[in-house]
């Protein structure tokens, strides 16, 4: 199994930006998809799931302003990002399992799959 995130980069605060992971070498379709982030000298933390069934899941930190969403045809979820503030500058992750439990969705242990990472800076 590959997970290939891009899209990362520079971007002023109140800008967007969207990410995107490519995924290989699984049934994309059954999997449930997340994308989590690392800011540095922090704990990796949930940013947000999209199960198979396309339920959509987010921390309370980022609800309201960003959107995962999946393209089964294409292998790829996709994180909308908008209204990004500085602490959303964080390393963001891309990860994938198929047998996550509605309880454990926000656990980054919950899942078997992890992409390289995508670098998202905000400046102020």
């Known amino acids: 199994v590959q997970l290939q995130a891009s899209g990362g980069g520079l971007v002023q605060a109140g800008g967007s930006l969207r990410l995107s992971c490519a995924a290989s070498g699984l049934t994309f379709s059954r999997y449930t998809m997340a994308w989590f982030r690392q800011a540095p000298g922090k704990e990796r933390e949930f940013v947000a799931a999209i199960r198979y069934s396309g339920h959509t899941y987010y921390a309370d930190s980022v609800k309201g302003r960003f959107t995962i969403s999946r393209d089964n045809a294409k292998n790829t979820v996709y994180l909308q990002m908008n209204s990004l503030k500085p602490e959303d500058t964080a390393v963001y992750y891309c990860?994938?399992?198929?047998?996550?439990?509605?309880?454990?969705?926000?656990?980054?242990?919950?899942?078997?799959?992890w992409g390289q990472g995508t670098l998202v800076t905000v400046s102020s």
């Open positions: 990860t994938a399992d198929s047998g996550v439990i509605l309880s454990s969705i926000r656990q980054g242990n919950a899942y078997d799959y």
